[in-house]
């Protein structure tokens, strides 16, 4: 019963974010792809509250959250029920420029997607992570009603990343409020079945491409599975990582995009420290290819302002703070055997198939150039993560225990760039 319980706290969260819904992109999508947008913007909403409270000294239970949450659903729901804006009206005139996807396509994306639901459930795919520290700052702060900065200090805890973003233990803790006071692990792995889910739909609903969202329906899954993902942080960051990417490519020239690209950035920062450098990735690529700073500023503020409170928040609570990890000594020397590590774990054990199929795309491709964005943040995080690497004099084992899941974000990338230069309309 309690896993149950669990789960349905994380179908509750696209209705406390459904207020994203006002959004002219989001109307023109599909359900499945509103629904994921909706997803995205309460996971935010909801970690946000949880932090937020923590800040203020308020310890946050089932009641206060149900409160202070409900209210943000009710609102959510009054705004979706808003009638259109007159530019809203206008634009679904419009016929859709992207090619609607047939059933036989939903159908082959369901296929991996079952699987890795059959992975989940049986258990064959779990995240060490989950077990070793985000479940347990899951319960720490759910017991303490807070971000527990006590237990974040702790001696023995230095090693489990106490400086890592709030977001995941915030959302596991309230997935605790409703699985009658026990943690349930079950529901917080089968949470990357959603993430895996709602990545899929964006690519699926932003771009109209069937076959491109089969391709990252597959690849995800199968990269979840090799790099046992599930549980951990990494689901998450992806997904969020898929917004942002669908709005500055497939959605850029719609109105509210930047919403959502900011939303996407918030999340992925909110939720590793690979997902600040994603972000950051982001706005170099969005300042090198598009050149507008207005608008790149505009996506970038709120990432910058969440970020750097979390930041604060780790000075003044005296954490182990990873942030400044660039400053570090760097070993020159390890760079070619971190170079040969990282390409073999690339391979994915299977011949490094996920990467040779979006290159093989782009080659293949008209519009190569409409790859340029996504290709600079795939080179980007690629790089960023090479460089961390190489921080140790032998970074072996950090490379095996980690690259499978951290090179997701520029694999992830590198899909998107092969999809938008496949795509019909010019981007």
Same mark, same amino acid.
């Given at each position: ?97 992207? $090619?609607?996807p047939t059933v036989p396509w939903k159908l082959l994306m369901l296929v991996f997607v079952m699987l890795t639901a059959y992975g989940l459930m049986t258990a ?30 702790? $001696? ?78 990494? $689901? ?9 990417? &669908? ?66 928040? &780790?000075? &003044? ?56 964005? $996504?290709?600079? &943040? ?50």
């Amino acid at each position: 019963m309690s896993d149950l319980l669990g789960f349905a706290a994380f179908l509750l969260l696209p209705l406390i974010g459904i207020g994203i819904w006002r959004l002219d992109v989001v109307r023109r999508l599909p359900l499945p792809a509103r629904l994921s947008a909706a997803l995205a913007a309460g996971i935010l909403i909801t970690t946000i509250v949880m932090a937020t409270l923590s800040l203020f000294g308020i310890q946050w239970n089932r009641t206060k959250l149900f409160v202070v949450l409900g209210i943000v659903a009710c609102a959510g729901v009054l705004v979706g029920r808003s009638a259109p804006s007159a530019a809203s009206k206008d634009a679904e005139k419009i016929p859709p420029s992207r $090619p609607q996807p047939t059933v036989p396509w939903k159908l082959l994306m369901l296929v991996f997607v079952m699987l890795t639901a059959y992975g989940l459930m049986t258990a064959r795919e779990s995240a060490g992570d989950l077990h070793f520290f985000w479940g347990p700052k899951a319960v720490r702060f759910f017991r303490a009603g807070k971000i527990d900065a006590d237990y974040l200090r702790r $001696p023995d805890y230095q090693p489990a990343h106490p400086d890592y973003p709030p977001l995941l233990p915030l959302l596991y803790a309230w997935s605790h409020t409703l699985s009658s006071g026990t943690f349930s692990w079950t529901a917080a792995v089968a949470s990357t079945l959603l993430f895996l889910f709602g990545s899929v739909f964006l690519i699926h609903g932003a771009s109209g491409d069937g076959p491109g969202a089969l391709l990252v329906a597959a690849t995800l899954s199968y990269a979840y599975a090799v790099g046992f993902a599930a549980g951990g942080a990494d $689901p998450p960051l992806i997904f969020f990582e898929t917004l942002t990417l &669908v709005a500055v490519m497939f959605l850029n020239e719609e109105r509210g995009s930047d919403v959502l690209a900011a939303l996407g950035l918030c999340g992925a920062a909110w939720t590793k420290i690979e997902g600040a450098t994603f972000a950051i990735a982001v706005v170099l690529a969005l300042l090198l290819v598009r050149r507008d700073w207005k608008r790149t500023l505009r996506i970038a503020a709120a990432p910058a302002l969440l970020l750097g409170a979390w930041v604060v928040f &780790v000075r &003044v609570a005296h954490l182990l703070e990873l942030y400044r990890g660039a400053a570090m000594d760097v070993y020159w020397k390890a760079l070619i055997p971190t170079l040969r590590t990282v390409a073999g774990t690339a391979t994915y054990e299977l011949f490094g198939l996920p990467w040779i199929v979006p290159v093989v795309l782009l080659l293949l491709a008209r519009n190569r150039r409409a790859a340029t964005l $996504p290709a600079v &943040v795939a080179v980007l995080t690629l790089a960023v993560s090479i460089f961390f690497y190489i921080h140790l004099p032998d970074p072996t084992w950090w490379i095996l225990a980690s690259a499978p899941r951290v090179l997701l974000t520029p694999l992830l990338a590198l899909l998107v760039g092969a999809l938008a230069a496949w795509h019909p309309r010019p981007i």
